[in-house]
């Protein structure tokens, strides 16, 4: 697992299978970050993104009130603080302008998948330029550098 | 009258009378106007032609043909006509005309000129035909092909409509089956967490692990718009990865080494079960204390379709300690079987090596 070389993250984790969220939470603690909470919908998602004051918001699309997790990506990217980073197997339904976040990490995710594209979350908050190159399982924003979003495709680019 | 230029000499007998005969019987229509006297009138028209238009002759003779026309005829159509009998040149076209009774028709026609000796033209002659059978036949085409297009534009929109259907659908069912993947693997590893260190624990871990592995073949599966195959190269890359990140790299490396490969969508679980299985129990058994050592992962084309060798330069089978369930080498050796394929686990001196060929049809891998 990537070694956190940086301030651990807050993280709010705006998922609706309490399951998944629940792991998540253990993993992201593995990690060495802190999750903030644990969000199920639109609404409670947007208000702890207030209250709770965190880093990264990993968000799913479904949420218990519909997919909304668009709206929320777009709510909670408004402030600059926060890095917004979707977690789906729903990928179709990202706008081209991702809604502010940063990219998806598809689902179903490994571990190394969360845990590289925190370190490179991490990285990027500290000012470098950290390479997307070796991160399997996510796709950067067009934004970010990850070229036109096709909507789901997550070809690789030819070296 | 000053005379007509002579044309082919008529053979004797054959008189005017002869002619004006012919053309009285005639069952083509045809009329004769006399430009000469004021606003070009009937001079004379043939039984046909009253049969056509349902007038008799008296009607007609003084009158110019307008009497035919009315509220539908073409302007457009008359303004040519006009145009060229001012100037003296043929008239060829087809005109709405009106019966005595006012039913309409179409009137094909032919006008032609006739000059006198001088160049003069004296008379008109129009020879026509009723073309309302035509025009309507024409009619009933265009309506015949509206429909026919009518009905391919809607059977288009429904096949447009049922496939997009189908890709909604094809979605929804992707994105379950990878949202369920997600919560098995959540539940094995939160109960992993909460189990005390042991065999238990290394178990459901496992379980865990081999989710995952079925989890990156899905993730592969339907993401690059064909969905009856997948990018065996890339595949192999990502489940390796994710095997190799809890690795100490100074002490045990693992590569792959494989060919690309666009293979058929079913086999994408059981290689990720496979190739899973082998290379973690290499890594697992080969290289006991600080051990130091390589995993290698090959795959190539061959005769008889894939030849898959995972090999490692470890302890070899013999100092391995036996796993007492043998579920790993179970595992293997049934999906190799549901692969339709053969192994072999051989001593690679030092380490094991193990060579699995699977068959490929034309269907697994064009």
């Known amino acids: ?159 | 009258m000053t005379g007509f230029p002579k044309g082919a000499s008529l053979p004797s007998g054959v008189t005017v009378d002869v002619f004006a005969a012919a053309f009285e019987a005639s069952p083509t229509p045809m009329v004769v106007t006399d430009p000469r006297r004021g606003d070009n009138p009937v001079v004379w028209a043939n039984a046909a032609f009253l049969t056509l238009t349902g007038y008799d002759r008296e009607e007609l003779y003084g009158h110019n043909c307008r009497r035919l026309q009315g509220p539908l005829t073409d302007a457009g159509v008359l303004q040519t006509m006009r145009a060229a009998l001012r100037a003296g040149r043929p008239f060829e076209g087809e005109l709405l005309n009106y019966r005595k009774d006012g039913t309409p028709f179409w009137n094909g026609m032919t006008i032609n000129p006739v000059r006198d000796a001088a160049g003069e033209v004296v008379f008109f002659f129009s020879a026509q035909a009723d073309m309302t059978d035509k025009h309507r036949l024409e009619l009933a085409m265009r309506d015949a092909n509206d429909a026919l297009e009518r009905e391919v534009n809607e059977r288009t929109a429904d096949l447009r409509s049922a496939l997009e259907q189908k890709t909604a659908l094809l979605h929804e069912v992707d994105h379950r089956v990878k949202n369920n993947l997600q919560v098995i693997s959540s539940l094995m590893l939160l109960k992993a967490r909460r189990t005390p260190e042991g065999e238990a624990r290394d178990a459901l871990q496992a379980m865990a692990d081999r989710i995952g592995a079925l989890s990156t073949a899905h993730r592969m599966l339907y993401s690059e718009g064909d969905v009856s195959r997948f990018d065996f190269q890339e595949f192999t890359t990502d489940l390796i990865a994710d095997l190799a990140a809890g690795l100490d790299e100074d002490r045990i490396r693992i590569e792959t080494e494989t060919e690309a490969l666009a293979l058929s969508a079913a086999m994408a679980a059981p290689l990720a079960l496979l190739i899973h299985e082998l290379a973690t129990n290499a890594l697992r058994h080969a290289f006991p204390g600080e051990r130091r050592g390589r995993v290698s992962i090959e795959a190539r084309r061959c005769e008889a379709g894939m030849r898959l060798v995972i090999q490692d330069d470890g302890v070899g089978m013999a100092s391995a300690p036996p796993d007492p369930a043998g579920f790993g080498r179970t595992l293997v050796e049934m999906v190799v079987r549901q692969l339709r394929g053969s192994l072999e686990w051989a001593d690679a001196g030092p380490g094991t090596r193990i060579v699995i060929t699977i068959p490929l049809t034309g269907a697994d891998a064009p």
Request: hydrophobic fraction near 45%; charged fraction near 20%; charge should be negative.
């Open chain 1, 1 to 159: 697992m990537a070694a956190v070389t940086e301030a651990p993250l807050r993280i709010l984790v705006v998922e609706d299978e309490v399951l998944i969220a629940l792991e998540l939470e253990c993993l992201l603690e593995d990690l060495g970050h802190v999750s903030v909470g644990v969000a199920g919908c639109a609404a409670d998602a947007i208000a702890l993104g207030r209250t709770a004051r965190p880093d990264v918001a990993l968000v799913d699309i479904h949420l218990v009130d519909g997919p909304t997790g668009v709206e929320v990506a777009r709510a909670l990217s408004g402030d600059p603080r926060v890095t917004v980073v979707f977690m789906t197997a729903n990928a179709k339904r990202i706008p081209p302008d991702f809604a502010g976040a940063l990219g998806v990490i598809a689902k179903p995710y490994s571990e190394r998948a969360v845990a590289g594209v925190l370190d490179y979350v991490a990285q990027r908050r500290a000012g470098r330029t950290p390479s997307v190159a070796t991160l399997d399982g996510f796709q950067p924003a067009p934004d970010a550098g990850g070229g036109p979003w096709t909507g789901g495709s997550w070809k690789r680019e030819a070296p």
